[in-house]
DNA sequence: CTGCTTGTACTATAACATTAGTACAGTACG
DNA sequence: CGTACTGTACTAATGTTATAGTACAAGCAG
């Protein structure tokens, strides 16, 4: 059972399913800090896609200061997490985040207490 | 306000966001059966999009036995209903987008609580 | 050093997605 | 009838995504 799981079939890019379940593994603690991720040629096995695209997650995932790659050896997550992000930046991608989950949230007809209620619950586990 | 919401900047292709906004229209019954959808044309004003990505949409979704287009009168919702508007089905499409949305906030170093309180400040607008 | 692993870079190819523009076909209405 | 609307069908051009294959660079163990 691999750690990530992306689908093929999906219209959504490989590339950005992937970006998503590693942040998503890091962010849930699966992932810890200092952590090795698997090589790329491992992971591009596991997942049946293309070494290529594993490895330009991962370097994009560098270059985005989430992972940190040394040659040779692998891929481990960085120590501290978001070291770029200043508060105004982290407070305008947290308003983008919600307005794309409210508005997502709306189409399936939920509204906004329902989302809070929904949340206190994930908030108890 | 649009009906639907698609994001060019998105890494989903606009074709399957358009795809499943309208599918989530009809099943939370926004759109009911009968109802008449915006015109190619004018939808595609509307979300800044090509007509010809919106066209491909409705016949894609004819195809699917979802709409019904008439040449020179419009494109409607047909009468059968769909079976994905069950509670359970949506219940499991509010989960994952939950996951997704802690998932990414957890990355901008916000907690459960926090963003309450900031859904909480949405509702009051 | 050699040999093996790691990430990285590059080519080339194919398929897909999106756009603009134009044109055609069916329907409704005056 | 003519006109204006509807969906549909093309072309051409551009950018993105994913693939295979090859090669290079850096670290580590023998």
Redesign the pocket.
Known sequence: MPMFNVD?RS?T????QLDRSIRAAIATGQLEPGAQ?P????LAVDL??????V?RV??QL?RDGILE???????FVRESPSPHATLAHRERELRALIQHFVGDAALLGFTLAELITQLRNEEKK
């Open positions: 093929s219209p890019p490989i590339y950005a991720l090589t790329v040629r491992q049946s896609v293309n070494a290529n695209t490895g991962y370097a560098e790659t040394r040659r040779g050896v692998g891929t």
